[in-house]
Nanobody
Framework: QVQLVESGGGLVQPGGSLRLSCAAS????????IGWFRQAPGKEREGVSC????????YYADSVKGRFTISRDTAKNTAYLQMNLLKPEDTAVYYC????????????????????????WGQGTQVTVSS
């Protein structure tokens, strides 16, 4: 059974950093394509970053480019989202998700702009950026 578990959220001041982790289990093939999403109260879910299973290529939403970095440790079956220079507008519940595809879907150059939901989701972790 596919399972994703996020950790690492918390309260941080503007300009600070956090690193989120996504531990994946239940996959029979290579480490899956992982996407990070976020949803703030009263707002639609937004795709933040994605890392492809097949080649490790990374993609980002324009709103986080240059500040967030996605990575993975296949030996640990864990993906990470390093978030630097955090802003109050980054406040949201962050989710990792996968749908079994070998590459990130709905990419436009280096930008990731997903419109459809993935199949498997973690429980989410709260990130609050506030002074």
């Amino acid at each position: 059974q596919v399972q994703l578990v996020e950790s690492g959220g918390g309260l941080v001041q503007p300009g600070g950093s956090l690193r989120l982790s996504c531990a994946a289990s239940g996959f029979t093939l290579d480490y899956p394509t992982i996407g990070w999403f976020r949803q703030a109260p009263g707002k639609e879910r937004e795709g933040v970053s994605c890392i492809s299973s097949r080649d490790g290529i990374t993609y980002y939403a324009d709103s986080v480019k240059g500040r967030f970095t996605i990575s993975r440790d296949t030996a640990k079956n864990t993906a990470y989202l390093q978030m630097n220079l955090l802003k109050p507008e980054d406040t949201a519940v962050y989710y990792c998700a996968t749908d079994g595809l070998p590459v990130c879907p709905e990419t436009y150059g280096s930008t990731w702009s997903p419109k459809r939901a993935f199949d498997y989701w973690g429980q989410g972790t709260q990130v609050t950026v506030s002074s």
